[in-house]
Each structure stands twice: as C-alpha cells, then as structure tokens.
C-alpha cells in the first residue's frame, strides 16, 4: 500500500513523475526530458536521478518495467503507477491554485500601487 | 579511465546497492556524462552514494570515512588522468536524411570498443563515439 498520494514531493520529483506521465521511460531519458520540460533548469545526475526513482519506487508511485541494452550500455525502464498518476495531477492542480492565488495578489498590488 | 573514475565513485553506495545496480547506474552516468562532463557525474555519484547511506541509517563516522577514502581516491585517479593527458579518444559523427553509411560506420566503432552515444534531433541524427 502506498505511503500517501497526495505527499509534498520535490521539484525533481515531480519532474520525473511528469516525464513518465506520457509512458513508460529509462533513466537516461527521464533525464533529458526532466532537462527539456524545466526549459534547462532541473539537470539531474545519475545519483540524484538513481536517488528520486528508488524514493517514489518505495513509495509506490513509479515501478520499474525492465531492462534491456542498447548499445552495450544497460537501461531500466520505469513507468508511473495508479497512485502515482494521482500524486501528480494532485501536485499539478496545487501548484496551478497557488499560481492563481499569487498571480491574483500581483494584479492586485499593480492596479492599486504603493498601498499596503 | 572515465569508466574506472565512475567506478571508483560508486563505492560511496552501500555494498548492497553496488552488488544489484552497480552496472545500471555507471551506464546511466556514463550516458549523462557523454551530454554534461564525467566531473559533474562522478560528484553527483558521490553525493547520491552518501545519501543513500545515510538513508539506510549509517552512522556518521562510517559515511564520513567512506566520503574521505573515496575523496582520496577520486584525488589519485584525478591527478592520473591529468597527468596522462589526452588518453581518451572521441570521434563525432552527424547525418541528416540516408545515415546508412554512418550509422555502419558507428556500429563498427561500436563492435571495436567504443561507446557511442546516440542523439536524434528532428532533422538530423548525431553520435558522439568515445574510447578509453
């Protein structure tokens, strides 16, 4: 049983569980899609990567989905599970209420400037 | 020696973690490092290999000696390699529309040794070919 879907994760975290939302994916591709989907911000290593994928593994929200070798070189795929398609469409639509609640204040504070 | 230097990272990971991923997580350092630099992935080794040792809930004088023979290591190996400068060779190769002729020129790199990273972009295929 998974620990809790709706868990506060990480930044890198909810970058790798959006890059497998579009199916299952290797780690080295995890990576450059994390890359490409934070606009170059989120760069991860092989450690950091290894490091997220077993943390949301024991806490159910991605799986390990094989192995194979391509080019000599040994890539494990993983893909999200039900309780991790729920984590992250329950941290997107967080983060989509904050942004509203922020973006709201900024407007705010440019239609009425220097009032506290 | 980029794969020994990986190597020698990974013994900052529990003995457990290295006798079931070692291979999977050198490959997967070694792909990133083709992209972002052996360095940045020989230190993200280190770090990762720590954290999962204090995850596992090593004492702090075992995570600490294992950080200063690996520093100490990873220094050796470094100083090697400078001093043996210019060892590693790579080759780059790029095509766009028919490859056959590269892409049979890549797997013979690939059967004599090398390791070839491949990158597909829309409008043209790249390998970047290194050997130790």
Same mark, same amino acid.
């Given at each position: 049983? *998974?620990?809790?879907? %709706?868990?506060? %994760?990480?930044?890198?975290? #909810?970058?790798?569980?959006?890059?497998?939302?579009?199916?299952?994916?290797?780690?080295?591709?995890?990576?450059?899609? $994390? +890359? +490409?989907?934070?606009?170059?911000?989120?760069?991860?290593?092989?450690? =950091?990567?290894?490091?997220? #994928?077993?943390?949301?593994?024991?806490?159910?929200? $991605?799986? *390990?989905?094989?192995?194979?070798? %391509?080019?000599?070189?040994?890539?494990?795929?993983?893909?999200? =599970?039900? *309780?991790?398609?729920?984590?992250?469409?329950? +941290?997107?639509?967080? #983060?989509?209420?904050?942004?509203?609640?922020?973006?709201?204040? %900024?407007?705010?504070?440019?239609? =009425?400037?220097?009032?506290? | @020696?980029?794969? &020994?230097?990986?190597?020698?990272? /990974?013994?900052?990971?529990?003995?457990?973690?290295?006798? &079931?991923?070692?291979?999977? /997580?050198?490959?997967?350092? @070694?792909?990133?490092?083709?992209?972002?630099?052996?360095?940045?992935?020989?230190?993200?080794?280190?770090?990762?290999?720590?954290?999962?040792?204090?995850?596992?809930?090593?004492? &702090?004088?075992?995570?600490?000696?294992?950080?200063?023979?690996?520093?100490?290591? /990873?220094?050796?190996?470094? !100083?090697?390699?400078?001093?043996?400068?210019?060892?590693?060779?790579?080759?780059?190769?790029?095509?766009?529309?028919?490859?056959?002729?590269?892409?049979?020129?890549?797997?013979?790199?690939?059967?004599?040794?090398?390791?070839?990273?491949?990158?597909?972009?829309?409008?043209?295929?790249? !390998?970047?070919?290194?050997?130790?």
């Amino acid at each position: 049983m *998974p620990r809790c879907i %709706v868990a506060r %994760v990480t930044e890198q975290a #909810l970058f790798i569980l959006a890059s497998l939302a579009r199916g299952e994916l290797h780690g080295y591709g995890i990576a450059r899609d $994390v +890359e +490409e989907l934070s606009d170059g911000r989120v760069r991860l290593t092989a450690g =950091t990567l290894y490091g997220a #994928l077993n943390r949301l593994s024991d806490d159910g929200l $991605v799986e *390990p989905s094989g192995e194979r070798k %391509v080019q000599g070189r040994r890539r494990r795929y993983y893909r999200l =599970t039900a *309780p991790g398609h729920a984590a992250l469409a329950a +941290e997107v639509e967080q #983060l989509r209420s904050a942004a509203a609640a922020l973006g709201g204040r %900024v407007a705010a504070a440019r239609r =009425t400037p220097g009032l506290a | @020696m980029r794969r &020994r230097l990986l190597d020698l990272c /990974l013994l900052a990971y529990p003995r457990e973690v290295r006798a &079931r991923d070692r291979e999977h /997580l050198r490959d997967l350092a @070694m792909d990133l490092a083709d992209d972002h630099g052996t360095v940045r992935e020989a230190l993200g080794l280190l770090r990762g290999g720590l954290t999962e040792r204090r995850r596992r809930g090593r004492t &702090r004088r075992a995570v600490i000696a294992v950080a200063a023979g690996t520093a100490l290591a /990873l220094g050796g190996l470094t !100083w090697t390699a400078t001093a043996q400068g210019g060892r590693v060779e790579e080759d780059l190769f790029s095509c766009a529309g028919p490859c056959a002729d590269t892409e049979a020129e890549v797997a013979s790199r690939v059967r004599d040794g090398w390791t070839c990273t491949e990158r597909r972009d829309p409008d043209a295929v790249s !390998w970047r070919c290194t050997r130790d």
